[in-house]
């Protein structure tokens, strides 16, 4: 079946450390996101990438870190120097069409707790 | 930045009631979205509109863009209860169509009640 995967659903981190969040898609999809999701807010974007080997930060970027080797796979790291990570993380893909990025669809997420 | 007001912020009806919420933006979109989250999921799309007026339903579900652009409105009728979650309306700011950008609003908590 073709989709989103996350994983995993559920991740602790330590005070200082790194963490990767794992996302992968095969739908063949062009564009790929990364959303931050704290309890009764909306999303928020962190950052996006329209092609392999090319990134661009969203909103709120500062302590994560992305890379785009392969088109079906965009994992995001939280890194120590962002003080707040616990939240709800989704990833999110759409193909790219005559230039306007179409509708964007959702994995299930991954909860990042902080120990 | 920009900002999506979206209300009601929660709803607890009872089965079988009618159900609308909207979302309003100061600037113009191209292209409004709806989607609803289930506890612990992620947010599965329910409508997709592309043109000022466009009316668009899928089963008891209805959405509408704004003529202004400026709103959109879903209505979901004869409510039952696998209804309950939360439902967030989502732009497309015009002038954004090469950012990958999404508005989103701060979501409707719906509760059915049997």
């Known amino acids: 079946d073709g989709g989103i995967t996350q994983s995993p659903k559920y991740l602790f981190r330590k005070e200082g450390q790194n963490v990767t969040l794992s996302c992968e898609q095969n739908?063949?999809?062009?564009?790929m996101y990364w959303y931050r999701q704290d309890p009764g807010q909306g999303l928020r974007l962190i950052y996006y990438?329209?092609?392999?080997?090319?990134?661009q930060k969203g909103d709120i970027a500062e302590g994560y870190s992305v890379s785009r080797e392969k088109k079906e796979s965009f994992p995001l790291t939280v890194t120590s120097a962002q003080k707040n990570p616990t939240a709800f993380y989704l990833c999110?893909?759409?193909?790219?069409?005559?230039?306007?990025?179409?509708?964007?669809?959702f994995g299930p997420g991954t909860r990042l707790l902080v120990l | 930045g920009q900002q999506l007001n979206q209300s009601p912020q929660s709803m607890f009806i009872q089965e079988g009631e009618d159900v609308s919420m909207n979302c309003t933006s100061s600037?113009?979109?191209?292209?409004w979205l709806w989607y609803k989250q289930d506890p612990g999921e992620g947010p599965v799309l329910l409508i997709a509109?592309?043109?000022?007026?466009e009316l668009t339903s899928n089963g008891r579900l209805t959405a509408q863009f704004g003529i202004t652009r400026k709103d959109s409105f879903l209505n979901i009728s004869a409510s039952i209860p696998s209804d309950v979650g939360i439902y967030f309306c989502?732009?497309?700011?015009?002038?954004?169509?090469?950012?990958?950008?999404?508005?989103f609003g701060q979501g409707t908590t719906l509760q059915v009640k049997p």
């Open positions: 509109l592309y043109k000022a007026g």
């Open positions: 990438s329209q092609i392999v080997n090319d990134f």
């Open positions: 739908l063949n999809h062009d564009a």
């Open positions: 989502a732009g497309r700011p015009r002038g954004s169509g090469n950012t990958g950008k999404l508005i």
């Open positions: 600037s113009i979109f191209n292209t």
């Open positions: 999110a893909s759409s193909i790219l069409s005559g230039g306007a990025l179409e509708t964007q669809y």
